[in-house]
């Protein structure tokens, strides 16, 4: 149920915008593993991971927008 000034929303978008954080950090050990520095991996991964879900969050935004909903 979502409330008037749509906070169940901006909840789900902030959880997806962790998951995205967290595949990407996931990569990123993967790579660092891969190259032999973890920590530049991670950190990469991370910071990729929260443009991605930067990107879907707007895309998200923007088709619900349009829905007319």
């Not at 954080?21 to 950190?43: D, Q």
């Not at 930067?54 to 927008?65: F, L, N, P």
């Given at each position: 149920?979502t ?13 997806t ?36 879900g ?12 349009g829905?007319?909903?």
């Open positions: 149920m409330g008037e000034n749509g906070t169940h929303g901006k909840k789900i978008a902030h959880e915008m962790g998951i995205w954080i967290g595949i990407g950090a996931g990569m990123g050990v993967a790579l660092g593993a891969i190259f032999g520095n973890i920590g530049v991996g991670v950190a990469i991964g991370a910071a990729l991971g929260a443009v991605i930067a990107i879907e969050e707007s895309r998200t935004s923007k088709r619900d927008a829905s007319g909903s």
